[in-house]
C-alpha cells in the first residue's frame, strides 16, 4: 500500500518584481505636488546586443526604453545624484497607467523604482557626486510608495 504524503505549500497569489540594469537616457524631471511630495520621471535604455547566426545574418542591438518613476526622498536622491548618461541597477514593480486624452484611450507602462545604485558615472560626473556619494550612500531603499495618481 503507498502512503499519500501531503504537503502545505504556500503559493504566492503574484508577483511584481522588475530589475533593470541600464543606462539613463535622460536627467531626472523633478516635480513638487501640492503636499510638497516629490516625483521623479526618467528614462531607462537597457539594450541586448547583436549577434551573428551560423548561416551568416546579422541581429543587431535591441534597445528598450523603460520609464522610471520615484517617489518621495527617492526622487529627491535622484535630483541631487542621477544623471544622462549614468549605468544604474533599478529594482522596482510595473505600474500601468490608463486615462483618456483627446478622446482616445492612453496606456502607459512604469517602473515604479523601489532601489537604485549608480553602477557607472561618465566622468563629468565623477568628482561632482564623489562627495554626494559618501553622504548619501549610492545606494536607496526608502519609502517610495507611490501617490494615487488623480486625472
Not at 522610471?68 to 500601468?96: C, F, H, P, S
Not at 484611450?105 to 564623489?130: G, H, S
Amino acid at each position: 500500500m503507498h502512503k499519500i504524503l501531503h504537503l502545505n505549500i504556500n503559493i504566492m497569489s503574484s508577483v511584481n518584481k522588475v530589475i533593470l540594469i541600464g543606462n539613463v537616457g535622460s536627467d531626472p524631471d523633478v516635480r513638487y505636488l501640492d503636499r510638497g511630495v516629490a516625483i521623479a520621471n526618467f528614462n531607462l535604455a537597457t539594450t541586448e546586443r547583436g549577434y551573428t547566426m551560423q548561416n551568416g545574418t546579422q541581429v543587431p542591438d535591441k534597445t528598450d526604453w523603460h520609464a522610471i518613476v520615484l517617489w518621495r526622498n527617492l526622487a529627491e536622491w535622484a535630483e541631487r545624484n542621477i544623471r544622462k548618461g549614468m549605468k544604474l541597477y533599478v529594482e522596482g514593480k510595473l505600474q500601468t497607467r490608463t486615462w483618456e486624452k483627446d478622446g482616445q484611450r492612453r496606456n502607459k507602462t512604469e517602473v515604479i523604482a523601489e532601489n537604485i545604485q549608480i553602477l557607472y558615472r561618465p566622468q563629468e560626473y565623477q568628482q561632482r557626486n564623489d562627495v554626494n556619494e559618501e553622504e548619501d550612500g549610492g545606494f536607496e531603499n526608502m519609502d517610495n510608495r507611490e501617490e494615487p495618481v488623480i486625472f
